[in-house]
């Protein structure tokens, strides 16, 4: 059950894109088409942007979009907003378990 | 409106145990798997201990298996966590979260309770 891994920070201008990668092994990551991501502002409970790798709840922008190769998840915010400056989370079920990644935090410039 | 409520953090002395509560509304609380999520402060999320909808599948995280115990009663759409022989990196943010099996994510979040394991 170690934790995904997650860049600590990254950072963008307003319209730019950014991408966060959640490296993770065949256990869990590789093994799955089940990483789900999740943004978390300060004093807020996360909220759920991506599952399934790639699919978006209702109400959630398409400038959210998940992908995967092997063992290696990416989340990427096109058009930047103010409001997308958050720490967010990887999260891959395992079979029986859920891991999380460190978490990025993610700066609009 | 759909809702999760937890209560029952506070501050224990480190050996002691807290049971946490989690009250659902507004969704079929029994069709549902739900967990348990931790943040240490400033730290990022640990997920802690899910369980089936029926009870029948139960599991944790090695941190903190043998010392807790999730359980849920359906007839009054409540989760719990019972947290026996704490320890200050306990310390966290516990987050009661519902699993929504058809997307494979936490789809619904309470705000959390904060339990504070110091002496």
């Known amino acids: 059950q170690s934790a995904l891994t997650q860049p600590r920070s990254v950072s963008g201008s307003p319209g730019q894109s950014v991408t966060i990668a959640c490296t993770g092994t065949?256990?869990?990551?590789?093994?799955?088409?089940?990483v789900s991501w999740y943004r978390q502002h300060p004093g807020k409970a996360p909220q759920l942007i991506i599952y399934?790798?790639?699919k978006r709840p209702s109400g959630v922008p398409d400038r959210f979009s998940g992908s995967k190769s092997v063992n290696t998840a990416s989340l990427t915010i096109s058009g930047l907003q103010a409001e997308d400056e958050a720490d967010y989370y990887c999260?891959?079920?395992?079979?029986?378990?859920?891991?999380f990644g460190g978490g990025t935090k993610l700066t609009v410039l | 409106e759909v809702q999760l409520v937890e209560s029952g953090g506070g501050l224990v002395k480190p050996g002691g145990s807290l049971r946490l509560s989690c009250a659902a509304s507004?969704?079929?609380?029994?069709?549902?798997?739900m967990n348990w999520v931790r943040q240490a402060p400033g730290k990022g999320l640990e997920w802690v201990s899910s369980?089936?909808?029926?009870?029948?599948?139960?599991y944790y995280a090695d941190s903190v298996k043998g010392r807790f115990t999730i359980s849920r009663d359906n007839a009054k759409s409540s989760l719990y966590l019972q947290m026996n022989s704490l320890r200050a990196d306990d310390t966290a943010l516990y987050y009661c979260?519902?699993?929504?099996?058809?997307?494979?994510?936490?789809?619904?979040w309470g705000q959390g309770t904060m339990v504070t394991v110091s002496s």
């Open positions: 507004g969704i079929s609380f029994s069709n549902y798997a």
């Open positions: 065949s256990s869990d990551v590789g093994g799955y088409n089940y």
């Open positions: 999260c891959s079920y395992t079979g029986s378990f859920k891991v």
């Open positions: 399934d790798v790639n």
């Open positions: 979260a519902r699993w929504e099996s058809s997307t494979y994510g936490f789809d619904i």
């Open positions: 369980i089936s909808g029926t009870s029948t599948y139960i």
